[in-house]
């Protein structure tokens, strides 16, 4: 076991050997509409587009070599006064780079996709979509969750404001 892992024994040998210690450099930009264009409310639109575009590059002096962007774009669209569509599409790709093996040449655990969760992949848990480790060793049950270097992700839901006037009168709404 790493000496930085406490909980090694816990965790799939896969897990275990990419823990410990790394040094991340990198510059990131994030090109966002930031909900401008979004209504009644920023955080749980019933209609407009948002759009995120973000990309990431690492390398020396870190031990850490990477390529990583990701696009994101959902179009909320009113069908009725009480009815909207949300339709959802975002896609990423890492590739490590290994500077001429300064950096290490396959990506790190920490640095992949992740994929599950009701923030990006409602009916799964956090985490719950991708490889995994061997699920008859140690770790999570069916396995740990290892990252991914490509993903894409898509989903159309419907939603109504919450029946409750005091609650569906502050923003909250009911997903389908």
């Given at each position: 076991l790493?000496?930085?892992t406490?909980?090694?024994?816990d965790?799939?040998?896969?897990?275990?050997?990419e823990?410990?210690?790394n040094f991340?450099?990198?510059?990131?930009?994030v090109?966002s509409?930031n909900?401008?264009?979004?209504?009644?409310?920023?955080?749980?639109?019933?209609g407009?587009?948002?759009?995120?575009?973000?990309?990431?590059?690492?390398?020396p002096p870190?031990?850490?070599?990477?390529?990583?962007?990701?696009?994101?774009?959902?179009?909320?669209?009113?069908?009725?006064?009480?009815?909207?569509?949300?339709?959802?599409?975002g896609?990423?790709?890492?590739?490590?780079?290994?500077?001429?093996?300064?950096?290490?040449p396959?990506?790190n655990?920490?640095?992949?996709?992740?994929?599950?969760g009701?923030?990006n992949?409602?009916?799964?848990g956090?985490?719950?979509?991708?490889p995994?480790?061997?699920?008859r060793?140690p770790?999570?049950?069916?396995?740990?969750?290892l990252?991914?270097e490509?993903?894409?992700?898509?989903?159309?839901q419907?939603?109504?404001?919450?029946?409750?006037?005091?609650?569906?009168?502050?923003?909250?709404r009911?997903?389908?």
């Amino acid at each position: 076991l790493h000496p930085t892992t406490p909980y090694g024994v816990d965790a799939s040998p896969y897990v275990v050997a990419e823990s410990g210690p790394n040094f991340k450099h990198a510059v990131k930009a994030v090109l966002s509409t930031n909900h401008a264009f979004t209504h009644p409310n920023r955080y749980v639109p019933a209609g407009g587009v948002d759009v995120s575009l973000t990309g990431e590059l690492a390398g020396p002096p870190g031990d850490v070599g990477l390529v990583k962007s990701e696009l994101s774009s959902a179009l909320h669209y009113p069908l009725h006064p009480l009815l909207s569509l949300h339709a959802h599409v975002g896609l990423g790709a890492l590739k490590a780079l290994p500077f001429g093996g300064l950096c290490n040449p396959c990506s790190n655990i920490s640095d992949r996709f992740y994929l599950g969760g009701p923030l990006n992949l409602r009916g799964f848990g956090q985490g719950g979509v991708g490889p995994r480790s061997d699920p008859r060793g140690p770790g999570a049950d069916g396995g740990d969750t290892l990252g991914g270097e490509l993903y894409h992700v898509s989903s159309l839901q419907l939603s109504t404001p919450f029946p409750h006037p005091v609650v569906g009168g502050n923003g909250v709404r009911l997903f389908a």
